[in-house]
């Protein structure tokens, strides 16, 4: 092996640790924004239904149609978080794949795994994930918890507009 190889093996395996961490550091924000959105969402819900009577007829119509449009445009940022995760996790496969790391790549042998394949063999227990679990994947449920609140904004709002005098 002359030295250009030996730098690129070793580059390559510093840019894969670097890679690995930028994909922990990522996935740790998506859940912090979603964990924030969730709880800021929830709030606001729950202000508008205890103060719905109380609220002025504009304002029963305005908050609700803010947290929808928000919640729309929040949904689009998060596809956007998660589509760059799975670009993360599609590098470090190629990078493992670089390093020739075979049955040890985890990424590369985690996929099938996650996609319900038929498991992979580690440590010599069939490790694999069932229908159930690769259907509600954490993606899913996060989508679906951004709609919830959409919903729950549209309810508010065609209450808002029930108490609006049009005559």
Not at 146 to 154: E, G, K, S
Request: proline fraction near 1%; charge should be positive; glycine fraction near 6%.
């Amino acid at each position: 092996m002359n030295d250009n190889n030996k730098i690129s093996e070793i580059s390559l395996a510093a840019a894969y640790q670097v890679t690995s961490r930028f994909l922990v550091n990522e996935e740790q924000l998506i859940w912090r924004r979603t964990s924030l959105f969730v709880t800021l969402q929830s709030l606001v819900a729950v202000v508008i239904y205890y103060f719905r009577a109380d609220l002025h007829v504009s304002l029963s119509i305005i908050l609700p149609a803010l947290g929808m449009i928000y919640s729309i445009f929040w949904y689009f940022s998060m596809t956007r978080a998660w589509a760059y995760q799975k670009f993360i996790i599609r590098m470090l496969r190629e990078q493992e794949e670089a390093l020739k790391l075979g049955r040890l790549g985890t990424l590369s042998r985690g996929k099938n795994i996650v996609e319900g394949g038929p498991g992979e063999d580690v440590a010599g227990e069939l490790t694999r994930f069932s229908t159930s679990k690769v259907i509600f994947r954490a993606k899913f449920l996060a989508d679906l918890t951004t709609w919830l609140f959409i919903v729950i904004y549209f309810v508010f709002f065609v209450i808002g507009l029930s108490n609006v005098n049009f005559s």
